[in-house]
């Protein structure tokens, strides 16, 4: 049973692309997290998703950032006109349920040049 | 809302000591409670989580954490480290209505002396 599949595992992006981060969640896992890693700083939370639905996306910055997890295929974490304060560790976990922990991938990790 | 304090940034001990990383919490209801590891340019590997029951839970890697709730801590233990425990060390609590959307403490780099 595979693990949590991100990729890519590095990304450059000069300021103003965009950047396109895939999660692929374990084999029966519904629930996918993304998380933002700022460099010296622990896990920060931004957004929960389930099969074609944004469920809490509290922790999402309000401009830029979207992400979506459609029926077929991974959950997509999209990052408009990147600016250099977008260069972080970006983890993407997933659960089966909202009562077990999440697992967590290798992550992708921005860097805006 | 749900917050971790990890007070110590840094930590070094020897090979074959004993070590303690402190971890605090503030949830308003029973939490759910992991300490994750993760090597450089890696994720996190769980070690080890708390939902109920036995208060003190063994984890993977001889690793062992006490909830305490009356001081609202979840120190992680280890007996005896080892040179490839140097790492750095997260403590995050879940929400009890989501485990998978956690608030994660800094972290604490463990440097192990030889």
């Known amino acids: 049973n595979a693990g949590v599949m991100q990729n890519p595992r590095h990304l450059v992006r000069r300021r103003g692309q965009e950047a396109r981060l895939r999660c692929s969640p374990m084999?029966?896992?519904?629930?996918v997290y993304w998380y933002r890693q700022l460099p010296e700083e622990g896990l920060k939370f931004m957004v929960y998703?389930?099969?074609?639905?944004?469920?809490?996306e509290s922790g999402m910055p309000k401009e830029r950032f979207s992400a979506e997890f459609p029926k077929e295929g991974p959950s997509i974490l999209r990052i408009q006109q990147v600016v250099r304060g977008d260069s972080a560790a970006y983890f993407c976990a997933s659960s089966p349920g909202t009562q077990t922990e999440a697992f967590f991938g290798q992550g992708t990790r921005l860097t805006v040049v | 809302a749900q917050s971790v304090t990890q007070p110590d940034i840094h930590i070094t001990v020897s090979e074959g000591a004993s070590l303690e990383l402190r971890c605090n919490y503030s949830?308003?209801?029973?939490?759910?409670l992991f300490w994750y590891v993760q090597s450089p340019g890696q994720g996190l590997q769980l070690l080890l989580k708390y939902f109920s029951g036995d208060t003190l839970v063994q984890g993977i890697k001889g690793f062992e954490a006490e909830f305490k709730r009356s001081q609202s801590s979840f120190n992680l233990r280890k007996p005896s480290v080892h040179w490839s425990d140097a790492a750095e060390y997260f403590c995050a609590v879940g929400a009890n209505t989501n485990a998978g959307k956690s608030t994660f403490g800094d972290g604490t780099t463990l440097t192990v002396k030889p």
């Open positions: 998703l389930q099969k074609e639905n944004i469920i809490d």
């Open positions: 949830y308003g209801a029973t939490p759910y």
């Open positions: 084999k029966g896992h519904s629930h």
